[in-house]
């Protein structure tokens, strides 16, 4: 590097009414809150608050601890520490082996071996699975140069004391470690000096500043281990002003003073360089490329931005008082939003204080109950519940060229218009819309021409991983809300006010990856978000991966949702009770810079039973809240038949790639829920099965989340394809959206053997309304009737089965009448009673007491 000038400090002396920010040359290049979720496991997202999308990945020389504001980033390294587990494919791609220094290189690739680093952004490393979407420093703002910058955060020395000289952060153009071109600032041992390098004008700036806050153990109720009391943290900003070559240092607000002269040459001035761009360059926090020199106790709000933020004494939390920050972030940047009101619904009717043995009767009152289960039924007899598969439909959208992914959405918009949506190339969020349900359009968003397409809704990486839904929830611009994964590093809302433009809001809401689309929904009868995204932490009895559905509840979408962090130790006794996959911790399998998937910090739901075949999974959920009844949860799990790895030769021969096949086909099935947690599946008959479809042999059917209603029947929509899952030979002209008719309410029915009569019975409930309604097809020759028992079990005179007017026929709301008491039912309200169902060759959907004249 050579013989370094030292350059002296020249602190302003600002005028009392000088304004503290210059707003209107100022914006952010960089802002890490590190308010993800406290325990964060190394190799996963922090996220930068600002519009350029700065991310770092913590490395196993930190850890998310609460902080200043929000969380902080301890500085210790991870404890218990990681013993790397071994790996039988790519290890070296997922940082679980060492790799050789490669020739003309003297710094050993990074790996779980040596990622003892605090926050690392890089463009180098490729050796490694890089999944998050790095930007190249070296090209940004970040790479501090000859133009007007702040660079400001908050640091405590918590409960560990100083350790010798520590580098805050350092920006390279790479390969790290590999040479000298590198922007620095260093915090002397004794911390009474900063020091600011900047190679490439040969610049090394010595800065003096206030002494830090003394190291203090935490208090006892402190909410984690390394969270450090308010009085203990320290704001430090150092601005830089290109015209005057000039570098300011503020310690809690307050300029500090220029130094002293010293024996070496001083220059009053220094004209920085930005660093040439490096296809390899990173930028790091709290130690040096070689990962030495790191820096100790915690550190929270660092944020970089082009301009003079300060140019006068200010109040580091002007922005709020003790609990907010010194600047006001845009509204995408805030973590805490104000609360909602949430919509309430009825409470559960099927609550566990309302078991089979409860002396209460079921308060029914006027809600529709659909016959998905036994939920309502003290017997049953020789009924069953039986799956309805819908009617297919025609084909909607076709000749499809190109990337085309195959998890939709379909909903309808405020004006009537439905809308499928999904992912294209590059995993950009694509809407298709239709006024008739059958013809769709590809609606000019106004955004130009992007891979060929004009409908792209959201032109980033989500890659049709989440399902848009409309809610009523929060101001107008978010009742549209979009929960999906984002550049494959974890979870993010975004929100509209129209379906049509989005915003991601920039705080991470679940920092793991989802195996693909994420089903969300809002119940209102628990006043909760419920989302379903896929892990691939289980193995199947062959040792393939066996696909699982994890479960997350949410009061709040906007909101990071805190989770319990398993230690490695857990994880491998967790291994005595579910067939987890290697390696263990989950979070390493995709290496140091990228984060893991959903593995066991969740509940696990969908999983195969004894009841499916062997190698059999679940390929994701499809789940909702049935609109248009309470206590009724539908989803449309898709099961996939793998080739490969279970079961004898004679079934994994037809994955060879001779046979031309793939890796199995999938069909959709139907699983219900009277609360959304606890799922009955019925696997047949398939819901959507395989086979001919409007002339095409269909082997892949992935169901469409959600559906749309039109009168008195229900439109479902799926992919197909022509070919199996992935395909030795693929099909181009083999991939279609067709649409699927069901009956309202008909999903699943409570059907009665031809052959002879039977009779179900309900438990005791109350209801309102004066009629009752029902939803049933007997079709000509079958029929059904309807009685009433009191309390004691004993028919109620004039409500007999053997008076009730025969129901035949096909009917969506059915008056049912008596033999010389007709259709009223007002001597019966307020009475506890027992509804009786005898049918013959009959299908029951669905039952409604309401309210006639």
């Known amino acids: 590097m050579g013989l370094l000038a030292i350059l002296a400090l020249t602190a302003c002396t600002p005028a009392a009414d000088a304004p503290t920010t210059t707003d209107a040359t100022t914006t952010t290049t960089a802002l890490w809150l590190f308010d993800e979720p406290a325990g964060l496991y190394p190799s996963h997202a922090l996220d930068d608050m600002s519009d350029n999308d700065m991310v770092l990945t913590l ?25 790397v587990p071994p790996a039988e494919e790519k290890p070296g791609e997922f940082g679980l082996a060492r790799l050789p220094i490669p020739e003309g290189r003297t710094v050993e690739p ?92 040969g610049a090394a700036i010595a800065i003096p500043t206030a002494a830090a806050a003394a190291a203090q153990v935490a208090p006892a109720d402190a909410a984690s281990a390394g969270a450090a009391p308010t009085s203990d943290w320290r704001h430090y900003a150092f601005t830089y002003d290109s015209t005057s070559n000039q570098l300011t ?13 010293q024996t070496e040459p001083q220059q009053q001035s220094a004209a920085l360089e930005a660093l040439p761009a490096g296809d390899e360059a990173y930028f790091i926090l709290a130690s040096d490329g070689l990962f030495t020199r790191p820096l100790t106790g915690l550190l929270d709000e660092f944020r970089v931005s082009r301009g003079l933020v300060y140019t006068a004494d200010f109040a580091p939390d002007a922005g709020g008082g003790a609990g ?20 309430q619904g009825p409470p559960l009717l099927f609550a566990a204080s309302t078991a089979a043995d409860s002396p209460e009767p079921l308060d029914l009152g006027t809600r529709k109950h659909l016959f998905i289960d036994g939920a309502i039924l003290a017997s049953s007899g020789d009924t069953k519940f039986v799956v309805n598969p819908p009617k297919r439909a025609e084909r909607v959208i076709d000749n499809i060229k190109g990337t085309f992914r195959k998890h939709l959405t379909v909903i309808e918009g405020d004006d009537g218009v439905i809308r499928i949506y999904n992912s294209v190339e590059e995993d950009h969020l694509a809407v298709y819309t239709s006024t008739d349900g059958v013809h769709f359009d590809r609606p000019d968003q106004g955004r130009g021409e992007i891979n060929g397409h004009r409908n792209i809704v959201i032109p980033d990486m989500v890659g049709g991983l989440g399902s848009p839904f409309r809610d009523p929830h929060g101001p107008p611009e978010e009742h549209w809300k979009y929960l999906t994964d984002y550049q494959r590093r974890g979870i993010y809302l975004y929100t509209s006010p ?13 920092p793991f990856r989802s195996g693909t689309q994420s089903s969300t929904f ?23 991966t066996q696909r699982s559905s994890v479960v997350t509840e949410h009061e709040d979408l906007r909101t990071t949702q805190p989770f319990t962090p398993l230690t490695q130790r857990e994880y491998l006794e967790l291994r005595a009770e579910y067939p987890l996959r290697d390696p263990l911790p989950w979070w390493v399998d995709n290496g140091p810079l990228t984060p893991g998937g959903f593995g066991m910090e969740y509940p696990h739901l969908f999983d195969p039973t004894a009841e499916d075949p062997a190698g059999v999974d679940f390929y994701l959920t499809k789940a909702i809240k049935y609109p248009y009844a309470p206590d009724t949860y539908l989803a449309f799990p898709v099961g996939y038949f793998h080739y490969y790895g279970d079961g004898p030769e004679a079934r994994t021969v037809l994955g060879l790639e001779e046979r031309g096949l793939g890796s199995g086909p999938l069909e959709s099935q139907v699983a219900v829920s009277r609360n959304g947690l606890d799922w009955k599946r019925y696997p047949e008959p398939a819901y959507v099965g395989i086979g001919r479809h409007e002339g095409r042999d269909v082997v892949t059917a992935y169901i469409a989340q959600g559906m749309v209603r039109r009168g008195e029947e229900l439109w479902q929509y799926y992919f197909g394809e022509t070919h199996y899952h992935s395909p030795h030979t693929e099909d181009p002209d083999g991939r279609g959206v067709y649409r699927l008719v069901q009956r309202l309410d008909g999903f699943i029915s409570l059907d009665s053997p031809y052959g002879r009569e039977t009779t179900a019975i309900t438990k005791p409930l109350t209801f309102t309304g004066n009629r009752l309604q029902l939803n049933v097809d007997t079709d000509a020759v079958g029929y059904l009737q309807v009685g009433f028992l009191d309390e004691q079990g004993r028919p109620i005179e004039g409500y007999t089965v053997d008076d009730c007017v025969y129901v035949n026929g096909d009917f969506i709301a059915k008056e049912v009448d008596w033999l010389g008491t007709g259709a009223d039912l007002s001597p019966l309200l307020g009475r506890a009673v027992r509804v009786v169902f005898r049918m013959r060759g009959a299908k029951l959907y669905a039952m409604q007491f309401v309210e006639g004249g």
């Open 498 to 510: 129209d379906g049509y433009n989005w915003t991601r809001r920039r705080n991470i809401i679940l």
């Open 110 to 201: 990074l790996s779980w071996f040596t990622a003892h680093y605090a926050a690392l952004m890089t463009s180098g490393e490729n050796h490694l699975r890089k999944q998050v979407g790095f930007k190249n420093p070296t090209t940004s703002a970040l790479n501090l140069g000859d133009f007007d910058w702040t660079v400001e955060f908050w640091h405590s020395p918590g409960d560990a004391p100083a350790a010798g000289e520590a580098v805050v952060f350092e920006i390279g153009t790479g390969p790290r470690g590999e040479n000298d071109i590198v922007t620095r600032l260093t915090w002397s041992a004794d911390r009474s000096r900063f020091v600011f390098v900047n190679q490439p004008s």
């Open 522 to 544: 809002y119940d209102d009868q628990r006043q909760v978000y419920v989302a379903f995204h896929r892990s691939g932490i289980f193995h199947t009895p062959g040792g393939a």
């Open 59 to 83: 490395g196993l020389g930190a850890q998310v601890v609460p902080g200043r504001y929000g969380n902080a980033l301890l500085l210790a390294p991870l404890d218990p520490p990681l013993e």
């Open 324 to 343: 907010a920050p010194s600047f006001e972030p845009p509204a995408t940047f805030a973590t805490t939003p104000e609360p909602l009101e949430l919509t």
């Open 249 to 261: 240092h503020y310690v809690d607000g307050t300029a500090q003073p220029r130094p002293q002269p």
